[in-house]
T-cell receptor, first 114, second 112 residues
Framework: EAGVTQSPTHLIKTRGQQATLRCSPI?????VYWYQQALGLGLQFLLW???????NRGNFPPRFSGRQFPNYSSELNVNALELEDSALYLC?????????????FGPGTRLTVL | EDQVTQSPEALRLQEGESSSLNCSYT??????LFWYRQDPGKGPEFLFT???AGEEKEKERLKATLTKKESFLHITAPKPEDSATYLC?????????????FGRGTSLIVHP
């Protein structure tokens, strides 16, 4: 069974540009979560999508946004990039149903803002 | 507010030297406590889910235990390939967000 996939692996942008990160969940998983992991910090929750809808968002500014497509893949967009947005962005998926609480992570996208 | 504190921040062991990592938590009703392993620059790899005090789970050299206030990840006779950052996360039973709160992790280095 294929795991969560993310693209690109690395992304280099300059301040003020926009970045688009992509995630494909494990087959059969309908929930997708996005996290930011800055150097030396823990995982910070960004966004949660389920069944195509945004269900919750973390304490991040509106320039962090995203969407979930009908095939449950997801996209994270970061507008007006700032230097402090440099981090590892992780996507995770969770299967449907309340009995399945653990999340499974992708390899991440390393975003560098110059 | 849910909180997770992991200790120590870093741990160096010799190969074969058993030890334990601690995860202390406060949560308004525990739905689940998770342990993950993360290698540098990669995504976390799921290890265990614990649901109630007294529960234990094992996988190879790792054993996770849970009390009402903390969880331990015991590493028996570690090998250099066990070197990684170990993350603990808790999920509250209130609400339906299933959004876990993560600790900052314990960085484990096992020397040959």
């Amino acid at each position: 069974e294929a795991g969560v996939t993310q693209s690109p692996t690395h992304l280099i942008k300059t301040r003020g540009q926009q970045a688009t990160l992509r995630c494909s969940p494990i087959s059969g998983h309908t929930s997708v979560y996005w996290y930011q992991q800055a150097l030396g910090l823990g995982l910070q929750f960004l966004l949660w999508y389920d069944e195509g809808e945004e269900r919750n968002r973390g304490n991040f500014p509106p320039r962090f946004s995203g969407r979930q497509f009908p095939n449950y893949s997801s996209e994270l967009n970061v507008n007006a990039l700032e230097l402090e947005d440099s981090a590892l962005y992780l996507c995770a998926s969770r299967p449907e149903g309340t009995d399945h609480n653990e999340q499974f992570f992708g390899p991440g996208t390393r975003l560098t803002v110059l | 507010e849910d909180q997770v504190t992991q200790s120590p921040e870093a741990l160096r062991l010799q190969e074969g030297e058993s030890s334990s990592l601690n995860c202390s938590y406060t949560v308004s009703g525990l739905r689940g406590l998770f342990w993950y392993r993360q290698d540098p620059g990669k995504g976390p790899e799921f290890l265990f889910t614990l649901y109630s005090a007294g529960e234990e789970k094992e996988k190879e050299r790792l054993k996770a235990t849970l009390t009402k206030k903390e969880s331990f990840l015991h590493i028996t006779a570690p090998k250099p390939e066990d070197s990684a950052t170990y993350l603990c996360a808790v999920q509250a039973s209130s609400g339906g967000s299933y959004i876990p709160t993560f600790g900052r992790g314990t960085s484990l280095i096992v020397h040959p």
